[in-house]
T-cell receptor, first 110, second 111 residues
C-alpha cells in the first residue's frame, strides 16, 4: 500500500464551482498533515496545515479523519488562479520527515 | 524572515560528469534541511535530510551524496551522473514539527 494516495485527476471544473480532493495515508502514527500547492515547473508551496478539528482559510477548508486515515481539501468558488497540482503531505511517525502524495491536478476553466 | 536560496535554476550535464547543487538558508538557526527529487510526472522523493552540521540521513541508496558543512548550507553531489538522475531537485528547510519551505529548485537534465 502506498504511503500517501491521491487521485491524480485532472479535475476539470468551471469558475465558481466547488471541488473536493481526498487523500488517504497508511501510517497511523502520523502526527502532522498539510496540503501543498505546486504550479507547473515550480516548487511546492504550503497551502495549509490540517488539524484534527479541521481548519478553514478563506475559500479553502481542510479536514482530517484519523480513524479512517483520510484527509480532504475543499475549495469553494474556484478561481482560474486555483489551477495547480495539490499535494497531500503526511509526516512519518511522530514529527519525522514528510511524505508527499503525487498530487491531484486541478484545472479551472472560464 | 527566513529565506532559502538554491542554485543553479537549470543545469544540463553530460552522463558521467560530476554534480554539485548548493542550498543555503537565511534567517534561522539549526534548521532541518532536505533534498528532494521530482522526476517527470512523478511525486517528490526524499533523498537526504539533515538535522545538524555533519549529520546526513540517506533515504534512497544511489550515486548521490549530501553534505552539510555549515549550519545553513546543504550540498547535493554526485561523482558521475546517470541519465536517470535527471529531474527537478528541491531543497527545503523546516523547524521542528512544521511544514517545509522549498527553494525554487534546480531542473537537471543529464544528456
Amino acid at each position: 500500500r502506498k504511503e500517501v494516495e491521491q487521485d491524480p485527476g485532472p479535475f476539470n471544473v468551471p469558475e465558481g464551482a466547488t471541488v473536493a480532493f481526498n487523500c488517504t495515508y497508511s501510517n497511523s502514527a502520523s502526527q502532522s498533515f498539510f496540503w501543498y500547492r505546486q504550479d507547473c515547473r515550480k516548487e511546492p508551496k504550503l497551502l495549509m496545515s490540517v488539524y484534527s478539528s479541521g481548519n478553514e482559510d478563506g475559500r479553502f477548508t481542510a479536514q482530517l479523519n484519523r480513524a479512517s486515515q483520510y484527509i480532504s481539501l475543499l475549495i469553494r468558488d474556484s478561481k482560474l488562479s486555483d489551477s495547480a497540482t495539490y499535494l497531500c503531505v503526511v509526516s512519518g511517525g511522530g514529527y519525522s520527515t514528510l511524505t508527499f502524495g503525487k498530487g491531484t491536478m486541478l484545472l479551472v476553466s472560464p | 524572515s527566513q529565506t532559502i536560496h538554491q542554485w543553479p535554476a537549470t543545469l544540463v550535464q553530460p552522463v558521467g560528469s560530476p554534480l554539485s547543487l548548493e542550498c543555503t538558508v537565511e534567517g534561522t538557526s539549526n534548521p532541518n534541511l532536505y533534498w528532494y527529487r521530482q522526476a517527470a510526472g512523478r511525486g517528490l522523493q526524499l533523498l537526504f535530510y539533515s538535522v545538524g552540521i555533519g549529520q546526513i540521513s540517506s533515504e534512497v541508496p544511489q550515486n548521490l551524496s549530501a553534505s552539510r558543512p555549515q549550519d545553513r548550507q546543504f550540498i547535493l553531489s554526485s561523482k558521475k551522473l546517470l541519465l536517470s538522475d535527471s529531474g527537478f531537485y528541491l531543497c527545503a528547510w523546516s523547524g521542528s514539527g512544521e511544514g517545509y519551505t522549498f527553494g525554487s529548485g534546480t531542473r537537471l537534465t543529464v544528456v
